[in-house]
């Protein structure tokens, strides 16, 4: 048993719950965005009713704040507030209001140059790729951190690590191979 005794507690590092929703799960091969730096990447869904998470979440990104003031302020005579800079905690009822996947719930947009582990209910790395998709459900530890590059300022989410609790209904549209050949009724086949 590892001994966590000495075990930092790191403010601006969050543990999701077990009902947040992977969505855009982007885990297993890192992906470059307008010829950046690839990354893995996704989207965390925290519902509003975890308000457990939702109370972590806005801890560490004050704390990442706080902790990142001097970055913030640069050149500038002072640090902007936290509400005039990038906030990665968003609301999917504002920001995806078309979107039943995002409704009453924050979004979260995670990643890291380096893969993520991935395990599953009792901790056990996921191997099988398939099982990890856009909708299923499970924790995510990430990290919360102060950036100001080319301008932009604000406080960023990194991607530790994931845990897959349960699967869920793939959003995107996308219907499995399972589903499509489902059905015994070859009709549509023969006509």
């Keep these: 048993m590892p001994n966590n005794t000495n075990k930092v507690n790191n403010p601006m590092k969050v543990i999701t719950g077990p009902d947040t929703r992977w969505s855009y799960a982007n885990v297993w091969e890192?992906?470059?965005?307008?010829?950046?730096?690839?990354?893995?990447?996704?989207?965390?869904?925290?519902?509003?009713?975890?308000?457990?998470?939702?109370?972590?979440?806005?801890?560490?990104?004050?704390?990442?704040?706080?902790?990142?003031?001097?970055?913030?302020?640069?050149?500038?005579?002072?640090?902007?507030?936290?509400?005039?800079?990038?906030?990665?905690?968003?609301?999917?009822?504002?920001?995806?209001?078309?979107?039943?996947?995002?409704?009453?719930?924050?979004?979260?947009?995670?990643?890291?140059?380096?893969?993520?582990?991935i395990v599953d209910a009792d901790r056990n790395p996921v191997i099988t790729r398939s099982e990890v998709y856009s909708g299923v459900y499970g924790r995510a530890s990430i990290n919360f951190y102060a950036f100001n590059s080319n301008g932009n300022k604000g406080i960023a989410c990194g991607l530790n690590n994931l845990q897959l609790i349960r699967a869920g209904e793939p959003l995107g549209g996308k219907t499995s191979a399972e589903n499509d050949f489902a059905s015994e009724n070859d009709d549509d086949f023969l006509n």
Aim: proline share 10%; hydrophobic share 35%.
């Design 30 to 117: 890192p992906k470059s965005i307008n010829g950046g730096t690839p990354k893995y990447s996704v989207s965390l869904i925290i519902p509003k009713s975890d308000t457990k998470a939702v109370a972590k979440l806005k801890a560490a990104i004050e704390a990442a704040y706080r902790e990142g003031e001097s970055k913030l302020k640069g050149n500038g005579k002072t640090v902007p507030p936290l509400a005039a800079i990038k906030n990665p905690l968003r609301d999917g009822d504002v920001e995806r209001p078309d979107d039943p996947a995002y409704a009453n719930a924050y979004f979260i947009n995670a990643n890291s140059t380096t893969a993520p582990g």
